[in-house]
T-cell receptor, first 114, second 111 residues
Framework: DTAVSQTPKYLVTQMGNDKSIKCEQN?????MYWYKQDSKKFLKIMFS???????INETVPNRFSPKSPDKAHLNLHINSLELGDSAVYFC?????????????FGQGTRLTVV | GDSVTQMEGPVTLSEEAFLTINCTYT??????LFWYVQYPGEGLQLLLK?????DKGSNKGFEATYRKETTSFHLEKGSVQVSDSAVYFC??????????FGDGTTLTVKP
């Protein structure tokens, strides 16, 4: 059983389109995250949700909107896609407020905007 | 704010060479420290961790010691293999549960 699963694994789309990436975790964690990894492998946090509530919202364009229907799911919707949105997007989860426990990452979604 | 500074890459080594990837941190309080590894085409996964000063984390031949006096958590391996080629991330967690990652170091091991 995959602990953190995200779909799709690859996404190729044209500029201006709207797309969604889905994420689900079966670890019972309260906190979920979206990270963006660029071509230089830098990892940047975008959003963090704790039990369906937004707790971290870094400087991310309004075109990106996370949605958490329940604590096991955190989806990412992107409007009006731009070339610069091309990256690998990772979903992750961790137990809330437990500093000794690592985050668990999904396999990533490679988004290519053409 | 909290920060993690990693040795810049890329690092290229021959098989069986000794590996060190430096990591230093700045944080309030007493964070937990982690090394994650990202193999090509995959997500990050935990390699090892240390939750208090002087703890040593170890896994798959890799080691790192939590040094509070130098605020460091350097990753070492005595003899690297081609299969160790990956991107390595140093990270910390604070008492509030917030994670901060370094910029990653790409390691390539040649036969």
């Amino acid at each position: 059983d995959t602990a953190v699963s995200q779909t799709p694994k690859y996404l190729v789309t044209q500029m201006g389109n709207d797309k969604s990436i889905k994420c689900e975790q079966n670890l019972g964690h309260d906190t979920m995250y979206w990270y963006k990894q660029d071509s230089k492998k830098f990892l940047k946090i975008m959003f963090s949700y704790n039990n369906k509530e937004l707790i971290i919202n870094e400087t991310v364009p309004n075109r990106f909107s996370p949605k958490s229907p329940d604590k096991a799911h955190l989806n990412l919707h992107i409007n009006s896609l731009e070339l610069g949105d091309s990256a690998v997007y990772f979903c992750a989860s961790s137990p809330a407020g437990q500093k000794n426990t690592e985050a668990f990452f999904g396999q990533g979604t490679r988004l290519t905007v053409v | 704010g909290d920060s993690v500074t990693q040795m810049e890459g890329p690092v290229t080594l021959s098989e069986e060479a000794f590996l060190t990837i430096n990591c230093t941190y700045t944080a309030t309080g007493y964070p937990s420290l982690f090394w994650y590894v990202q193999y090509p085409g995959e997500g990050l996964q935990l390699l090892l961790k240390a939750t208090k000063a002087d703890d040593k984390g170890s896994n798959k031949g890799f080691e790192a010691t939590y040094r509070k006096e130098t605020t460091s958590f350097h990753l070492e391996k005595g003899s690297v293999q081609v299969s160790d080629s990956a991107v390595y991330f140093c990270a910390l967690n604070t008492n509030a549960g917030k994670s901060t990652f370094g910029d990653g170091t790409t390691l390539t091991v040649k036969p």
